[in-house]
Structures are given as C-alpha cells and as structure tokens.
C-alpha cells in the first residue's frame, strides 16, 4: 500500500491541473470565483492563484488543491514573471505583542486596518496585466472569468462537464 503523502500527490498531478488552468474556487471569501492558475507550490502543494484582480477581485492567493474544481478551460500565460510571488510574499506580519493593561481592555475594540504594502499592490498589478495581456483579444474569456459559478435546485454536478 502506498504512502499517504506519495498517493496524495500522484492524485493532484492526475487531476490535469496545469499552469494557466481555470479553476472554480470552492470555499472562502472568494467561493464561486474563476481563477487562473499561476504556480504550484512543491514545498507546501498548494496552488497559486489570481483572478485577475481587475476583472473580478480575486487576488494573489493560495489554495489548497481540495478546494477547487479544474475547468477544461486553458489560458496560455507564455513566460509570465512570478519572481516576486514565494513563500514570503504570503507571510503574515508579526503583530507586536503588548502584554499592558491598556492593551487587554482594547481587546473589545474594532481593530485598525492594516493596509495592504505597495510591493505586493505592485506585484499584483504587473502579473494582472500579463495576464490582461493573454486574454486582450477575447472578450468572452474576460466575462466568464469575471462570472460566478453556483448551483441551483435542479442541477447535477455529477453530470456536469467542466
């Protein structure tokens, strides 16, 4: 019997999941949405993925490959540039950690925004117009990206082509 971690990544590389492969993101904020994929991550086996953000909101993100559903759709993305995009492009800031009284009673308080840092705005905006770029000519593939995929009463998924 094979191992866990050996059966799990032949079954993510059966799935035909390759760079510039629409995907349907299936849990999250963004459930629903049509992405592209970017990369896959060797070290961690999750997937990168952006909308575009300029056509429906989804930004640079990771995902698990569980959570998505593979469409047939392709985009070819030629040699896009993802230099920017590794593992500390998703790390989180480390919060300060203030042990006061003041600090304990602000707890109930709303929390401030934290704005997002220009190198990620920048990269975001660089790989969204390469891939505006790969799309230009098809106004369909922007609409259908830009889409939100849902089910309704009497649909079968399990009959469904993706």
Known sequence: ????????????????IKVGTVLILLAGRFRGRRVVLLKKEKKTGTLVVTGPYKINGVPLRRVDPAYVIATSTKIDLGKIN????????????KASKSKSEEAFFKKGDKAEKVELPQAKKDAQA????QIMTAIKGDEDMAKYLGSIFSLHDRDLPHAMKF
């Open 1 to 16: 019997m094979p191992k866990a971690g050996s059966l799990r990544s032949s079954l993510e590389d059966d799935k035909g």
């Open 82 to 93: 993802l230099a920017p995009v590794t593992e500390d492009f998703f790390a989180r800031p």
């Open 126 to 129: 660089k790989i969204d117009e």
